[in-house]
């Protein structure tokens, strides 16, 4: 199963400086947003009402308190929830903190207030408005997100790839059955998926796939090449194949020629593999696909 590329960027979010940024810039800017708009009947409605030190210092601690809460569900819930972030996984995750933020504020307000406002048609209009309020500084995240990730892509290899092998290597099953004779310059990768392996290859110009029942660290241990190499837990890659790569050091993608989607390179392995392939890191938006 080829993995298509998922976008650079989702690797941010396990940056540790990026977490801190996410919980801050949210807390920071629900403080400034209700100094500038005083929403929610802060101010009890008082039309004399003026800015001072003590009303200040109150929404600074209301951000604050939103930044940590944010910061413990990001470095301590997610990691347990979402080891690693998908397209899917991520807009779950956003929709939980919509709800944490609105009910983290919903229940520093009435602190405050004295539990005057503790009912649920309250807590449904605070998730709805302070909702509203964080897409701002949510959707400015995810930009800024994409933007690091484009400026921080590997895309042009510093030297011609290796040159592939015409030798053959045989694949069979635990139990000598189905072989599979492959030449490595055809061999893109190998894939584990539970008790089989995946072996794509090329046939002419057509992309094939076959199945065998083994590990991939057996048949890792058949393999005598150093063009072929694991990049990952489920992946070992033909370095021979690699035309460019996406990514950075927090998740890197191998675009193989022969093939429309990428392969992933976990962390584990992310600096040998750049070692292998002498990739230097691109300036802002390099062309791919070379």
């Not at 002419?204 to 990049?231: F, I, T, W, Y």
């Amino acid at each position: 199963m080829r993995t298509e590329d998922p976008g650079a960027f989702l690797e941010g979010f396990d940056d540790p400086a990026n977490k801190w940024l996410f919980a801050g810039s949210i807390g920071l800017f629900i403080a400034l947003f209700m100094m500038a708009f005083l929403p929610f009947g802060v101010t009890n409605h008082d039309p004399d009402f003026r800015l001072n030190l003590a009303f200040v210092t109150m929404l600074l601690g209301f951000g604050a308190v939103v930044a940590l809460v944010l910061a413990a569900n990001e470095f301590l819930l997610r990691p347990l929830l979402f080891s690693v972030l998908t397209p899917a996984r991520l807009v779950a995750w956003i929709a939980w903190v919509y709800v944490l933020v609105g009910s983290v504020v919903f229940l520093l307000y009435n602190f405050v207030g004295g539990w005057h406002d503790f009912i649920f048609a309250s807590w449904l209009g605070f998730l709805r408005d302070v909702g509203m309020m964080v897409t701002f500084p949510i959707a400015g995240f995810l930009f800024y997100l994409r933007h690091e990730a484009l400026k921080s892509e590997y895309t042009r290899l510093q030297s011609s790839p290796p040159e592939p092998s015409d030798a053959l290597v045989t694949f069979t099953s635990e139990n000598g059955k189905d072989p599979l004779v492959v030449s490595l310059r055809d061999l893109l990768y190998l894939e584990s998926e539970d008790n089989y392996v995946s072996i794509s290859y090329l046939e002419g110009e057509q992309a094939r796939s076959h199945l065998v029942r083994s590990s991939l660290k057996r048949l890792e241990g058949m393999l005598d090449d150093p063009n072929l190499a694991r990049c990952h837990r489920s992946f070992i890659v033909n370095l021979a194949r690699v035309r460019s790569c996406r990514g950075n050091r927090h998740g890197l993608h191998l675009k193989l020629s022969g093939m429309d989607g990428m392969v992933p390179v976990s962390r584990k392995y992310t600096e040998n593999i750049l070692a292998a392939l002498r990739v230097e890191p691109a300036e802002g938006h390099a062309a791919r696909g070379q």
